[in-house]
């Protein structure tokens, strides 16, 4: 071959320089306070602290001490254990919901993304119905129906989450699949499925999870808000809405009951924001290259 | 020159009366009406024509890419419009398709390595072995460095090169036929010249048969044994390429010709040699569908179509008043 | 015409900083331009052309670092305060680009954008603006030019559009119009008329041009000057004749000898150009064209060759070999 062009031996190596530049130290302080809730949420049950839901009605609003170190509630429950066992629920309805959204969310996108015709209009109806009702007002008569539980208020959220996740994967796909590569996998004779999977898959999970880490933030305070409201989980299980909620009894006494659980809601929801803003902005694989 | 181009007794490619129509915001778009090709074994055939001509729906429809409304695509004597799943997956495998955007042409976040395999894990070989080292046999054929190119992804690549890695991919099954579709009018001139050189290395090398698809004529003629001229859906002319450059019959083809710059200053370009823009596809115009932009049309090219008909041995054109 | 210069580009430098470290896209260029003239400026992609052009026009990227003067009509671009520099550009200096659909603003009626112009820059009243506006697509052979005012981008196809970019760079009869590839998107046939146009109307206005390509054919029998770019630098300058005609630079006769023509043979092996362009992030020592060039002696990767005039002022080339002289060492 008379007409080589490789230099490549020399580009080689600086390609990684580029790989610690493109996240800031926030990035990696928001991962940080991610880790610590999920560890503490996870072995909330190891942890040397006191049973979140055991009451000590002397020591009601109690100030910082030692043996309580962030005080205690209006019930004499011990502040600490009820955010980390708060943080639990937080997190579960918070990953779980999202995770219903991406998954059927996701697949029936790519389909409708992908196949176009009657599949894409009942899909893309469908969500449009499911938008339109007031989630208020489903949320409670969904709760009223089956009850109030931690199960049940996941998949409530879930579902409605479905056809935000649909619209993305769907424009994602639209996209895509008009790009050539996968016309040159078809000509390729691969399947549907193969074309769906290896081509498309690895290209749309990426915006999709930048947008699962935003519906986690999201999710997260639409917990908070119900629990808030006494729609949430059911006492005295704690979470951090149901916690404001409570703490908004003795807001002028022992304001820190409401402001702590919202602070750290307020620092977990920054920090999956922040995840999911910087992954979304370098999902595209091309935009490093120069 | 003319090598390859003795009509043999059965041509690979047959496309007969193919129409393909598809619609766009509830109108129907007349992008193939009723094109009739040959191409026989070991043949380049060069299709040229302005973009909306409907050259590069043509050739996604001989690979059943686009359905064809009428008409029939044979392959080597198989009908493919009749044929649906499996067998018709496994035809494809012998038409390959190289296409304009190489960089879009290549899935962003696949290795090159998995890209070239695609076709052979498709196809069912298993042995990963097997299909790595064909992988690097076919890269190596392309002028790439198997070791420095599996492992990296298509972005890291010039757009040259990935036009390389699209025709690994596509030669990687040792196909019969490739549909070229404007492989290098996305690339530089300095490189346009490489992949040109490349696609008639690879051609002799494979034995393969080409569709090459391309709007600049200059290109087409480099490769093609023979050369046809699509307008609007149609065919206007078909030819071997020296004889229909030097001889043009159809108007049409003469204006291409004209509108080609020349690289020498002392051809001073004529002026406005082409009138107009090509009307919509959507509406096409009745009888001759060159005819608004025709400099020899009347009454009779409104009225009627012009059937593709014999002006010099081996050269057809569809027009009623042919300048030869 | 005259021989008033217009523009001059005078050691001119374009720094990108990028994670894989300094980027010179434009390496010491200087360029003269007289009122009237035409320019063209060919080079592959990444040559550094149209940064070069955006350098003219002060459009750089925001990180870009810029050097050396940019002198239009004896004034200095690059130091020229932010208000009369926009004043500037749009009423003596307009660009078309290459892609008229990106180029034009897809929510705004071809009426509006061109009435907007001038009404912005010629400070005429609606309806004056709106008669130019009429007279500026009939200039640029815009069928039916009262009802295409109504329409949007998107319902012109690409030549039509490019019309238009051209219309709206016309509209206030600049002095110096620069093409940045303005026929690569669109197909032969309207490439010859849109060619054809710039030029017809660059002679009727008096105006200076500068066309970017990177096609020499484009260029060949429609400028007065060539300039042929590599890696970032001028490396052949010569009047269109000289250049086609008398080239010294291997890199000049390697990119003309590239393109197919319609004369030669089918299945000719082309004389490609071998490699690919150097890594600009990484500038050679010697001449940037030195490894991909037939002609290429040891002297030619340890010294960079400047760019010189031999046997007229107007012929410049950076070569230590140049083609056809003496000093040439036959290959």
Redesign the interface.
């Known amino acids: 071959?008379?007409?080589?062009?490789?230099?490549?031996?020399?580009?080689?190596v600086?390609?990684p320089?580029?790989k610690g530049?493109r996240f800031g130290m926030l990035f990696w302080a928001a991962i940080g306070w991610i880790v610590l809730v999920c560890a503490l949420a996870i072995f909330a049950g190891v942890l040397p602290i006191p049973d979140p839901t055991a009451m000590d009605m002397l020591e009601r609003r109690a100030p910082y001490s030692w043996e309580h170190w962030l005080g205690t509630d209006g019930l004499g429950r011990d502040e600490v254990s009820r955010l980390i066992y708060g943080a639990r629920i937080s997190l579960v309805v918070g990953l779980c919901a999202p995770m219903i959204g991406l998954t059927v969310g996701g697949a029936l996108g790519m389909l409708a993304g992908y196949f176009r015709g009657r599949f894409e209009t009942l899909t893309v109806g469908g969500t449009d119905v499911l938008l339109a009702f007031p989630p208020l007002i489903l949320v409670l008569a969904i709760i009223a129906f089956l009850g109030q539980s931690i199960f049940n208020l996941t998949c409530i959220l879930g579902v409605l989450g479905i056809p935000a996740f649909m619209r993305v994967a769907r424009a994602t796909t639209l996209t895509l699949s008009r790009?050539?590569?996968v016309?040159?996998?078809?000509?390729?004779?691969?399947?549907h499925s193969?074309i769906l999977l290896?081509?498309l898959l690895?290209?749309v999970i990426l915006p999709l999870f930048a947008f699962f880490l935003l519906g986690v933030a999201v999710t997260i305070v639409v917990e908070g808000s119900l629990s808030f409201l006494g729609l949430g989980v059911p006492p005295p299980i704690s979470s951090w809405g149901s916690m404001i909620g409570e703490g908004r009894e003795s807001l002028e006494v022992a304001p820190r009951l409401a402001f702590l659980p919202a602070v750290a809601m307020f620092l977990t929801v920054l920090a999956f924001n922040l995840v999911g803003d910087t992954l979304r902005a370098i999902t595209d694989?091309?935009q490093?290259?120069? | 020159m003319m090598q390859q181009s003795a009509p043999s007794a059965e041509p690979l490619l047959k496309v007969d009366d193919l129409v393909v129509e598809y619609f766009v915001g509830g109108k129907t778009v007349h992008a193939v009406s009723g094109v009739s090709l040959d191409i026989a074994r070991g043949e380049t055939l060069g299709l040229v024509g302005e973009s909306g001509c409907g050259k590069s729906t043509l050739g996604?429809a001989v690979?059943q890419?686009r359905p064809a409304v009428s008409g029939k695509v044979l392959f080597d004597g198989n009908d493919l419009t009749a044929m649906r799943g499996d067998p018709?997956?496994?035809m494809?495998?012998r038409?390959?398709?190289i296409?304009?955007?190489p960089i879009?042409?290549?899935?962003?976040?696949?290795r090159i390595g998995d890209i070239v395999a695609?076709?052979l894990v498709?196809?069912g070989i298993k042995d990963p072995d097997k299909r790595r080292k064909m992988v690097c046999d076919v890269l190596s054929a392309v002028?790439?460095?198997p070791a420095?190119?599996i492992g990296?992804?298509p972005?890291?690549f010039?757009g040259?090169?990935c036009q390389r890695i699209?025709i690994a991919?596509a030669l990687v099954l040792n196909p019969d036929f490739i549909i070229c579709d404007e492989p290098v009018s996305a690339l530089d001139v300095s490189?346009r010249a490489?992949i040109l050189?490349?696609l008639e290395e690879m051609k002799a090398r494979y034995g393969l048969t080409l569709l090459f698809i391309a709007h600049d004529l200059a290109v087409v003629k480099a490769v093609s044994d023979r050369v046809a001229v699509m307008y609007l859906g149609r065919l206007c002319e078909v030819g071997p390429s020296e004889q229909l450059f030097a001889k043009p019959a159809h108007p049409y083809t003469a204006l291409l010709l004209e509108a080609i710059p020349v690289p020498d200053p002392d051809v001073r370009p004529a002026e406005s040699v082409a009138v107009g823009e090509p009307p919509s596809p959507i509406a096409p115009p009745s009888g001759c569908r060159f005819r608004t932009r025709c400099p020899r049309a009347d009454a009779r090219c409104a009225a009627e179509m012009p059937e593709l008909r014999m002006v010099a041995p081996r050269q057809y054109a569809a027009c009623h008043y042919p300048l030869t | 015409m005259t021989d008033r210069v217009l523009l001059s580009i005078e050691n001119v430098a374009v720094d990108l900083p990028?994670?894989?470290?300094n980027l010179r896209a434009v390496d010491g260029v200087d360029l003269k331009l007289n009122a009237g003239r035409t320019l063209g400026i060919v080079g592959e992609s990444g040559c550094g052309k149209t940064m070069l052009s955006r350098a003219v026009l002060q459009l750089l990227p925001k990180k870009a670092m810029l050097s050396g003067r940019v002198m239009f009509d004896g004034k200095d671009l690059v130091t020229l305060d932010r208000e009369r520099l926009r004043k500037l550009r749009g009423r003596s200096l307009a660009v078309v680009f290459q892609d008229p659909m990106t180029s034009l603003n897809p929510v705004l009626t071809i009426g509006t954008q061109l009435i907007e112009t001038l009404q912005e820059h010629l400070e005429l009243d609606m309806a004056a603006a709106k008669r130019r506006s009429v007279e500026l697509l009939a200039a640029v052979g815009i069928p039916a030019p009262e009802q295409r005012l109504t329409q949007y981008p998107h319902q012109l196809s690409g030549g039509m559009r490019q019309r238009v970019a051209i219309a709206i760079a016309l509209s206030c009869e600049p002095e110096l119009l620069i093409a940045d590839e303005p026929t690569t998107a669109l197909d032969v046939t309207i490439q010859a008329q849109i060619l054809d146009l710039l030029a017809r109307e660059q002679r009727r206005r008096h105006m200076a041009m500068i066309i970017i390509t990177h096609d020499l054919g484009v260029v060949a029998g429609r400028t007065d000057e060539v300039a042929v770019m590599y890696a970032g630098r001028v490396v052949e300058r010569a009047p269109t004749q000289a250049l086609f005609k008398k080239m010294r630079m291997p890199y000049t006769e390697a990119l003309l000898a590239a393109i197919p023509k319609i004369d030669t043979a089918p299945h000719t092996v082309l004389p490609?150009i071998?490699?690919?362009p150097p890594?600009p992030?990484?500038p050679l020592k010697g001449c940037s064209f030195a490894p991909r060039c037939r002609y290429a002696l040891a002297g030619c990767h340890v010294e960079k060759p400047a760019l010189t005039a031999a046997e007229t002022p107007a012929h410049q080339f950076a070569c230590f070999y140049p083609i056809g002289t003496e000093a040439r060492v036959p290959a």
């Open positions: 071959m008379a007409t080589l062009e490789l230099d490549l031996a020399e580009e080689a600086s390609a320089v580029r530049r790009r050539e590569f016309i040159a996998a078809q000509a390729l004779g691969a399947s193969r290896r081509e690895p290209n694989p091309r490093g290259a120069l | 996604r690979l890419l018709l997956r496994k494809r495998q038409v390959q398709l296409f304009q955007d879009a042409s290549l899935n962003p976040r696949r695609e076709p498709i196809a002028g790439l460095d420095l190119v990296r992804l972005h890291e010039s040259g090169q699209c991919r490189i490489q050189n490349l | 990028t994670p894989r470290g490609a071998s490699g690919r890594d992030t990484r």
